[in-house]
T-cell receptor, first 116, second 112 residues
Framework: AQSVTQLDSHVSVSEGTPVLLRCNYSSSYSPSLFWYVQHPNKGLQLLLKYTSAATLVKGINGFEAEFKKSETSFHLTKPSAHMSDAAEYFCVVRYYGSSNTGKLIFGQGTTLQVKP | DGGITQSPKYLFRKEGQNVTLSCEQNLNHDAMYWYRQDPGQGLRLIYYSQIVNDFQKGDIAEGYSVSREKKESFPLTVTSAQKNPTAFYLC???????????FGDGTRLSIL
């Protein structure tokens, strides 16, 4: 069975300092992994995706994530936080079952707070 | 601009009433999805459709119904059988089932 766990429900950083949002996954197959961001009362926007190419994935707005198979992790990082980064972040794994449904399994979300 | 449009943005339901949430996309995507989001939780899949005139139940389909008569449209009906409908509802679409999903801005449903 596939699952995804976001290790922190809330992360607070100061503007200009690094961001680390942690995610572990469980999958019997080679996973497709995603990070999405959600601003209040908005839909989800795709930040980046891993689909078995390069293990270091670069996304939009300066975010990147590294796929580590040995640790079953896909942590999201950014060197320097900006006030506009404050939002909810979701780590997501694609479900692989008897039919390719495209079903996504979402983590519980991490709220990123950026202090001035 | 191409995208996904959900309407209305806010919706109120009375006891015993069915309400329908609209989702329209002009991305020419084959697959469409409905999710429910509750505070402090990730998204849960209600229904999905991989092609016109076909749809399948997701993890929490009870109390909901959908139709997919046109490629562009995937409306969700919240029936009176859904006893706890208050939530944020998100519609998504993708070119195919193995492509990333694009999301609308959601509809917030509340009980009067």
């Amino acid at each position: 069975a596939q699952s995804v766990t976001q290790l922190d429900s809330h992360v607070s950083v100061s503007e200009g300092t690094p961001v680390l949002l942690r995610c572990n996954y469980s999958s019997s197959y080679s996973p497709s992994l995603f990070w999405y961001v959600q601003h209040p009362n908005k839909g989800l926007q795709l930040l980046l995706k891993y689909t078995s190419a390069a293990t270091l994935v670069k996304g939009i707005n300066g975010f990147e994530a590294e796929f580590k198979k040995s640790e079953t992790s896909f942590h999201l990082t950014k060197p320097s936080a900006h006030m506009s980064d404050a939002a909810e972040y979701f780590c997501v794994v694609r479900y692989y079952g008897s039919s390719n449904t495209g079903k996504l399994i979402f983590g519980q979300g991490t709220t990123l707070q950026v202090k001035p | 601009d191409g995208g996904i449009t959900q309407s209305p943005k806010y919706l109120f339901r009375k006891e015993g009433q069915n309400v329908t949430l609209s989702c329209e996309q002009n991305l020419n995507h084959d697959a469409m999805y409905w999710y429910r989001q509750d505070p402090g939780q990730g998204l849960r899949l209600i229904y999905y459709s991989q092609i016109v005139n076909d749809f399948q139940k997701g993890d929490i389909a009870e109390g909901y119904s959908v139709s997919r008569e046109k490629k562009e449209s995937f409306p969700l009906t919240v029936t009176s059988a859904q006893k706890n409908p208050t939530a944020f509802y998100l519609c998504a679409s993708s070119k195919s089932s193995n492509q990333p999903q694009h999301f609308g801005d959601g509809t917030r449903l509340s009980i009067l």
